[in-house]
């Protein structure tokens, strides 16, 4: 349970190459996912006006990908007990990257909503399961390694987000989502090759390769699982949140540009991708509650600022700072929960997670035609507080029974 050990107590840092081809193969899966999610999402607005739908319309069938993945989540870690993380990393990258290329063969919202549950099953179940691969990797190799792979995901996003705002000018939705698709097969075949053929670091506690068979997970366990779910719930929440209703701030609220509105999330998304990049280190210097704690509370503050102030430079620097703070939360909140359930647990906070992602975009809504947007916004802070004191006070007492 070396996610949950003090720096000075975990194993001293392995260097051997079969590591660095494992962290290697599991980072591009996780940049993959992010580019094909980016990549989809950058082509909403072309398969709605391909569809005629209304904005209900497609609203009711975007929940597929919700809805899919949520199901789906449980699932997989039953899948990876039975079958192994890596090979189930394998075959939802496959499937997700095959899936993508759905929307465009679609003529109504009905139609778009039965494509995205498969899109959403293969995203969810790729979610737990390279998560999953990468507890194990962390447990073997003594190193809290999660936020490398959480910003691999973060790159992703940002490259795919790139590259679909040049090529959608030029390139209809069918090629460009058919051109991420050979992408994901290709980067898929090279990944999963390595993935599979690279044997696990041994240590006294962890097999080779193959599913994992732990012993039956204990109430402390479960509930201490749960705790750490609840966070994910709170941060994923945050990153939803501010994802669809960040630029409609800077736009509504602040009166700027489309592309300083924009540029807005763009800051939250960087400096993510950058704090996670030296998450490892943090925790190594630091371990998990400190930086569960700082995190939250360094989300909180940026939030608040980001929400209620009246100059775009400090929204700005509030952006900012909620992705720095609220980087590295999730990875601490998925790990521990790995190391404490193995996929399981994996599969209970990812799925309390990305319940966060699902309510956080309609909460906002409902919150803002009640009590306006920048205050809608402040419920992103109070629950990256909560994260924060879950952190501070449940986690060490559950940790000590």
């Known amino acids: 349970m070396d996610q949950l050990l003090a720096p000075d107590q975990r194993r001293p840092a392995a260097t051997s190459l079969p590591v660095t081809r494992l962290r290697w193969a599991i980072s591009l899966f996780f940049a993959l996912d992010g580019f094909v999610f980016a990549g989809w999402v950058v082509r909403i607005p072309a398969i709605k006006e391909q569809i005629d739908a209304s904005a209900g319309a497609l609203g009711v069938a975007l929940l597929g990908v919700s809805v899919g993945s949520v199901t789906t989540m449980l699932l997989t870690g039953r899948l990876c007990r039975r079958y192994g993380n890596r090979q189930v990393t394998v075959v939802t990258a496959a499937l997700l990257s095959l899936s993508v290329a759905l929307p465009p063969l679609t003529r109504s919202a009905l139609q778009l909503g ?5 899109f959403g099953a293969a995203y969810g179940g790729l979610n737990v399961a390279f998560n999953a691969a990468a507890v194990d990797l962390a447990e073997a190799v003594g190193r809290p390694i999660l ?20 090529l959608a000018p030029h390139l209809g939705p069918l090629t460009h989502l058919l051109l991420l698709t050979a992408i994901g097969l290709l980067v898929t075949a ?12 041994t240590t006294d506690s962890t097999p080779t390769d193959g599913p994992r068979h732990r012993p039956a997970i204990s109430r402390r366990n479960r ?10 719930l709170c941060t994923a929440y945050g990153e939803g949140a501010l994802a669809d209703w960040g630029s ?24 993510m991708t950058l704090s996670r990049m030296s998450g490892t280190r943090l925790l ?9 704690v700082v995190g939250g509370a360094t989300a909180a503050a940026g939030m608040l600022l980001g929400a209620l102030s009246p100059q775009t430079w400090l929204v700005f620097t509030g952006y900012a700072l909620t992705g720095v703070g609220l980087a590295n939360v999730f ?4 790990g521990s929960a790995g190391s404490l359930g193995g996929s399981s647990g994996v599969a209970t906070a990812s799925t309390l997670g990305y319940t966060g992602i699902l309510l956080g975009p309609p909460s906002i809504g409902f919150l803002t035609e009640a009590f306006g947007l920048p205050a809608a916004l402040t419920t992103i802070a109070a629950l990256a507080a909560l994260a924060a004191l879950f952190g501070c006070t449940a986690v060490p007492r559950l940790g000590q029974q």
């Open 114 to 118: 039965l494509v995205l549950l498969f």
């Open 147 to 166: 936020p490398s792979f959480h910003a691999a995901f973060s790159a992703g996003g940002l490259a795919g987000a790139g590259v679909g705002g040049v």
């Open 190 to 201: 090279l990944s999963g090759r390595m993935l599979l053929s690279v044997r696990m670091p």
């Open 223 to 232: 509930l201490l699982i749960t705790v750490f779910g609840l966070i994910t």
């Open 248 to 271: 409609l701030h800077l736009a509504q609220d602040l009166g700027t540009g489309p592309g300083l509105a924009a540029a807005g999330y763009a800051a939250f998304a960087l400096t």
């Open 284 to 292: 190594e210097r630091w371990g998990n509650t400190p930086l569960l």
């Open 331 to 334: 990875p601490i909140a998925v």
